[in-house]
């Protein structure tokens, strides 16, 4: 794909969605709280065994839940393509190099690679970093307890993706009320209105970012939005350069939020496993991927295929719409070892699929890594820290809990 016309998803007949359902029946009968809630994972862990490719039609496509296919799916070879009309994402979150691909994707990201590799992001990240999760920690020790996310994850979040891109995100709720809008109107459950409240928040998100641009034209900075706003070689537009910070400030916001919380949740309700990052600190880096295996903050990746082709099995035709779980496939037994259990010290950790796979695989990987650690090792170190309360991680597209309260010795 190279920004032509977008693949009109394919129309399903109830003659043709009658036949899918008898012959895939575990799939015809996942609802979509099956897909949304955490206590519900068992329901996909049948599908990928029974039903690896699967008819859903409470998703309004196929749901893949086995690794080796979900990879298939995501590889840039693979004959599926995120170029349709019917994404929810590029409707969320405009054109932009998480809804394109080809050369027009390459151009989109091309700029922003370098200074998100693992060396650029340590050097230049790793001490505003933590000097986030420092004065953080300081404002709320005192405290003997907190809200995580309202008080921690969230401005957290919301800060350093301020401190990457060079742009002033004081005001925390607004910021993460558009994430949270964005991240509603990307739900497959047929509701107009999160599409409307996605709409209006990235119109009043754009005027920040354009101003925001304006502003390092006239007086550049060393922001990795001044370098590539200044990039003559880059050639990026301001509407193209706008659109691409959009979808790199979702990225650094909603999933370094479910990450820390994530992990605090999966290490503080299994004491065993923080009492052996405790011993052994170079745990943790693994404890982090562990914990994106077991809740992943993405929990399901869009495609469409842009021909007919064939899928573990399964004809498809050309527009289908394809879901990829990575909850379910992230618990694949045919990859990890014991997969319910979560295991600080997994050797494999690192090939879930939270960060998806192939030509969108997450630009931010190694600062979503360095952050979450940073977070989860400060927190760590708070006296008597203890899990007060945790609601169940949820979300269809983006996994979290809503609430986890924390006190510790003031």
């Given at each position: ?356 796979f192939g030509l969108h695989h997450c630009l931010g ?24 309360e945790a609601s169940e991680p949820r979300g269809f ?14």
């Amino acid at each position: 794909m190279h920004g032509g016309d977008l693949i009109t998803q394919a129309e399903v007949s109830e003659q043709e969605d009658a036949r899918r359902r008898v012959r895939f029946p575990l799939g015809a009968a996942i609802t979509f709280a099956d897909l949304d809630e955490q206590e519900r994972v068992g329901e996909l862990d049948r599908l990928r065994d029974a039903e690896p490719v699967s008819w859903v039609p409470a998703l309004g496509g196929w749901l893949v839940t086995s690794h080796t296919l979900a990879r298939e799916v995501l590889s840039p070879r693979s004959g599926f393509t995120v170029w349709a009309d019917a994404n929810l994402v590029r409707a969320s979150l405009g054109v932009m190099m998480l809804t394109s691909d080809g050369d027009q994707h390459d151009s989109q990201r091309a700029p922003f690679d370098q200074p998100f590799r693992m060396r650029a992001v340590h050097e230049r990240f790793a001490e505003p970093v933590q000097a986030r999760v420092d004065a953080l920690l300081d404002e709320v020790r005192p405290r003997g307890g907190c809200e995580l996310g309202e008080d921690f994850a969230a401005p957290f979040a919301v800060g350093v993706a301020g401190d990457v891109l060079g742009l002033g995100l004081d005001d925390v709720p607004r910021i993460r009320a558009f994430y949270d809008a964005f991240a509603g109107a990307m739900v497959y459950d047929g509701d107009p209105e999160p599409q409307r409240r996605a709409d209006a928040a990235r119109e009043e998100l754009d005027g920040i970012l354009a101003a925001e641009i304006a502003r390092v034209r006239e007086s550049p900075d060393g922001s990795l939005t001044s370098a590539v706003a200044n990039d003559t070689a880059a050639g990026q537009e301001d509407a193209v350069l706008a659109a691409q910070l959009r979808v790199i400030l979702f990225g650094a916001i909603e999933t370094v939020e479910s990450l820390v919380l994530n992990s605090m949740l999966l290490l503080l309700t299994h004491p065993d496993q923080r009492r052996a990052v405790g011993e052994r600190p170079a745990l943790l880096a693994n404890a982090m991927d562990e914990s994106m295996r077991l809740i992943p903050p993405v929990a399901f990746i869009e495609r469409w295929t842009a021909a007919p082709l064939e899928l573990g099995g399964v004809q498809l035709r050309g527009g289908e719409f394809v879901g990829v779980s990575t909850l379910a496939a992230n618990r694949d037994p045919a990859v990890f070892e014991q997969p319910r259990l979560f295991d600080v010290a997994r050797r494999n950790a690192r090939h879930h699929l939270a960060f998806s796979f192939g030509l969108h695989h997450c630009l931010g990987f190694n600062m979503a890594r360095m952050q979450g650690e940073a977070a989860v090792r400060g927190l760590l170190g708070l006296p008597r820290l203890e899990l007060v309360e945790a609601s169940e991680p949820r979300g269809f597209a983006f996994r979290r809990p809503a609430v986890v309260r924390l006190r510790w010795r003031a």
